[in-house]
C-alpha cells in the first residue's frame, strides 16, 4: 500500500498527515511523561511542576507554530485563540480537582497517576464531543447561534454567580458506581482496583479503590467544564482540527499545571470575571458576524489575550498582600 496518498487523504477538513503529527506528539509527551519524567509514586514539587507546565506550553506554541506555517495565518490565530480560552478556563477545573483529592484523601504522591489517566480520559472524551459538534455545525447551520446564545448565558451567569461549593459525594454517578461496583474504604497503595474478600462468603473479589472513584470524578467534571470550552473554541473556528488540537494540548499541560497552582488558585479571583467577558466576547462574534461582518481572527486573539491578561493581573495586584503574608509566614 502505498502510504503518501493515503496520508493526503482529507479528514474533518485535514489531510491525514497533519492529524498523524498531531497524535505522534501527544503520544511522545504522554510516553515521556509516565515512562520517564514522572516514573513511580512520588509527590510533584512546585518547581518541577512549573518546568513541566512550561514545557508542555512551549510544544503547544511550536505546534502552533506548524498551524501557522502549514495552514495558515488564520488558523494559526485561531489556534492560539482557542488555546487561550481553554487554558484559562483550565483554571477553574484545577480548583474542582484539589477537592476532589481532598474529598477522597489523596495523597500527593497519587495525585500524579490520577491526572494521568483523567488526561489519557478527556482525549478520548473531547474527540467524541467535539466530533459530535462537528457534525451538527455541517448538518445544522443555526446551532451556531445556539452556541452563541449558550455562551452569551454562561458569560453573564458567570459574572454573577458566587463561588458555589461542590460537594462530591452527591454527584449522581459517583451514587451509581457505589451502588453498583464495590469501593474499598481505604486506598491500597496506587491501585484503582484490588482483590479483597467479600463479606458474606469470604470469596475473592474484585473492587474499586477511592482512587478509581476520584479519576470518574475528575472526568465528570471535565466533561461539565467542556460543555462551556467546546462550544467557546467553535464559536472561534468551525475546523475540527483547530478545535481538537487547541484544547488537547491546552488540557495536556493541566496537570502538570495543578501541582503548582493548585494551593494559589484563589489569588486568580479575578480571572473569572475576564472569562465571563471572554465568553460574552466569543458568543456575541456569532450574531456580529451575522448582522454586521466577520470578526477577524487578529482581533478575536488580542481581545482574548487583553482579557484574560487583565484578569490575571487584576487579581494578582488585588492579592499581593496574601503572597507578602505568604513569604513572611514561610
Given at each position: ?12 477538513g ?6 498523524a ?19 513511580g ?142 469501593v474499598?474504604a ?13 463479606p ?14 476520584a ?66 466576547a ?24 487583553g ?15 496574601e ?8
Amino acid at each position: 500500500m502505498n502510504l503518501v496518498p493515503f496520508l493526503a487523504t482529507d479528514f474533518l477538513g485535514q489531510p491525514l498527515t497533519a492529524w498523524a503529527i498531531f497524535f505522534v506528539i501527544i503520544v511522545a509527551l504522554l510516553a515521556f511523561d509516565l515512562g520517564f519524567a514522572n516514573k513511580g509514586d512520588h509527590e510533584i514539587g512546585i518547581r518541577r511542576s512549573l518546568v513541566f507546565s512550561a514545557l508542555y506550553i512551549a510544544v503547544a506554541l511550536l505546534f502552533g507554530a506548524w498551524v501557522w506555517h502549514d495552514l495558515g495565518a488564520t488558523a494559526g490565530m485561531d489556534y492560539l485563540t482557542g488555546f487561550l480560552v481553554e487554558k484559562s478556563l483550565a483554571l477553574d477545573n484545577i480548583f474542582v480537582i484539589s477537592l476532589i483529592f481532598a474529598a477522597f484523601a489523596i495523597p500527593r504522591a497519587y495525585q500524579h497517576r490520577v491526572l494521568f489517566w483523567g488526561i489519557v480520559g478527556v482525549v478520548v472524551l473531547r474527540a467524541i464531543m467535539i466530533g459530535v459538534g462537528a457534525a451538527l455545525i455541517s448538518n445544522v447551520s443555526w446551532i451556531l447561534y445556539v452556541f452563541g446564545a449558550f455562551l452569551l448565558f454562561t458569560g453573564v451567569k458567570m459574572l454573577f454567580a458566587g463561588d458555589e461549593p461542590v460537594d462530591i459525594e452527591k454527584n449522581p454517578v459517583i451514587r451509581f458506581v457505589r451502588r453498583f461496583i464495590p469501593v474499598t474504604a481505604k486506598l491500597h497503595g496506587h491501585n484503582f482496583f484490588v482483590r479483597e474478600a467479600r463479606p458474606r462468603d469470604g470469596k475473592l473479589a474484585l473492587v474499586a479503590t477511592p482512587l478509581f472513584l476520584a479519576l470518574v470524578s475528575i472526568e465528570i467534571a471535565d466533561i461539565v467544564f467542556a460543555v462551556d470550552s467546546v462550544p467557546a473554541v467553535f464559536a472561534i473556528t468551525t475546523d475540527p482540527y483547530i478545535v481538537y488540537t487547541s484544547n488537547i494540548f491546552a488540557i495536556l499541560g493541566l496537570r502538570a499545571l495543578y501541582f503548582a497552582l493548585a494551593a494559589a488558585v484563589h489569588r486568580f479571583h479575578y480571572l473569572k470575571y475576564a472569562l465571563a467577558l471572554v465568553l460574552i466576547a466569543v458568543g456575541g462574534k456569532i450574531f456580529w458576524a451575522h448582522l454586521v461582518g466577520p470578526v477577524s481572527s487578529a482581533v478575536s486573539l488580542s481581545l482574548t489575550l487583553g482579557l484574560l491578561a487583565g484578569g490575571v493581573i487584576l487579581s494578582l495586584w488585588k492579592t499581593r498582600g496574601e503572597a507578602k503574608n505568604a513569604v513572611q509566614r514561610g
